[in-house]
């Protein structure tokens, strides 16, 4: 229906394009409860496609235009969610004019090789989907369902692709075609067979590529239906979370701020970076992270409340969801006093300038082991302090520092049983058991 309409369209628009259904829905290779097509608009090369694109926004009247190397349309169509995407007929998929432009190509090469082997695509999907490994955004950093596709045509079943990884190491490399020498540094390196430069795994985390390796040694050894279809993840209750926070014996700090109007691709590895950033200021003052997590809950909303913000006004988080990220405290108290230790004494200038830079110590200078040492006084004895003073100055990226300085709440321990949304508590839950198929 929707490549019938595109049709109508361009005609009536007097716009010369071909529209190709691709990716596993063309292959036959969908997985049960996917709701996702994606259309291509395709024009020749030198023309532009500003004129595709209105074909595309003249389908879906009731459409959201988004922009990866160019705009494309998305929408909702009979239930299914739906992108149609211009790209160019180019001749040759090394010589791509955008990323899109490979699509096509892909579609063809797997088209003309996966007859038979559906099934075995299908059952290495869920396999990957039921272990959490499946996905080639950013957000999940697995296989992508091309990536899932080319193993199987390499090994020919489901079990052949799970007995090659087994043995997987760092650094594996796989060549369809043979035709590449770039070298790729990568976890996995599958050469893409249209494109002898690109690695198809290249969004291949490494943590995701070992999870899939350790699995399929398990299901080898094991074989369950688990690993298809895992038991489902509930939100915790407040009993539940109350006696995971008492067991642990830790401290949990959570932070929560608006998120900003991004697609995910764009939000996550800053979400990421900024994870890292917090638990650096907290590690370097001290205060040990067992562990750390986040996520962006769309369809979330919280209040930041008076106080909570260094002075800035309540507000409420909007319709672009809540950030939140939690970090686990091995040591959220330190003592007043801190040790530092200087340069050698024989190393005059540097021993002056370690002196003087420390004006007011509680103790010394004084020599241990031929080094001058001094004990301070502390600024921040407090994990929850430290982040509450210093996270608005850290860099947290393009479109997450803004959003965080206009407000941000944070919880402490028993704190974060205010936090209700079912999203949150399932967070949770995935967090306090961090159970994967994996031994």
């Known amino acids: 229906m929707i490549i019938s309409r595109i049709a109508e369209l361009a005609a009536a628009e007097g716009v010369v394009c071909e529209s190709i259904l691709v990716g596993s829905a063309a292959r036959g290779t969908w997985l049960s409860g996917d709701h996702d097509l994606d259309v291509f608009i395709g024009v020749s090369e030198g023309s532009s496609l500003l004129p595709a694109l209105e074909v595309a926004r003249l389908v879906a009247p009731e459409h959201e235009e988004r922009y990866a190397e160019h705009a494309y349309v998305h929408a909702r169509f009979e239930g299914f969610e739906v992108d149609i995407v211009p790209c160019y007929l180019v001749e040759d998929g090394s010589r791509i004019l955008s990323a899109v432009d490979r699509t096509p190509f892909h579609n063809r090469y797997v088209s003309r090789r996966i007859g038979g082997l559906e099934d075995e695509v299908l059952l290495l999907k869920q396999f990957m989907k039921g272990i959490g490994v499946y996905g080639s955004e950013l957000k999940v ?173 309540p507000e409420t988080f909007g319709g672009c969801g809540v950030i939140r990220m939690l970090f686990e405290l091995s040591v959220a108290v330190l003592p007043r006093v801190e040790r530092r230790v200087g340069p050698p004494v024989w190393e005059a200038e540097h021993a002056k300038k370690f002196v003087k830079s420390h004006p007011e110590p509680l103790s010394g200078p004084y020599v241990e082991d031929g080094r001058l040492v001094v004990e301070v006084a502390r600024k921040f004895v407090e994990g929850p302090e430290l982040l509450r003073k210093r996270v608005g100055g850290l860099s947290l990226g393009r479109h997450l520092g803004p959003e965080l300085r206009r407000g941000y709440k944070i919880y402490v321990g028993q704190e974060i049983l205010e936090v209700g949304d079912p999203e949150f508590r399932v967070f949770l839950a995935r967090y306090f058991s961090a159970r994967q198929m994996v031994g």
């Open 141 to 313: 950093g697995g296989f992508s369902g091309y990536l899932a596709e080319l193993l199987v045509i390499r090994r020919g079943s489901f079990l052949g692709v799970l007995e090659e990884a087994s043995s997987w190491r760092p650094g594996e490399a796989i060549d369809l075609e043979g035709h590449s020498s770039r070298v790729h540094d990568d976890p996995l390196v599958v050469v893409d067979p249209v494109d002898p430069g690109r690695n198809v795994a290249a969004a291949l985390t490494l943590d995701r590529m070992f999870t899939f390796v350790a699995a399929s040694r398990l299901f080898l050894e094991e074989p369950g239906m688990e690993f298809f279809f895992p038991p489902p993840v509930f939100p915790l209750t407040d009993d539940e979370l109350r006696e995971a926070i008492s067991d642990r014996k830790s401290t949990l700090v959570l932070l929560e701020f608006a998120g900003p109007d991004q697609v995910e691709d764009v939000v996550f590895p800053q979400l990421r970076k900024a994870e890292q950033s917090v638990c650096a200021l907290l590690d370097r003052s001290g205060f040990s992270v067992l562990r750390s997590d986040a996520d962006w809950h769309r369809g979330a909303r919280s209040e930041v409340r008076d106080g909570e913000t260094a002075g800035r006004r």
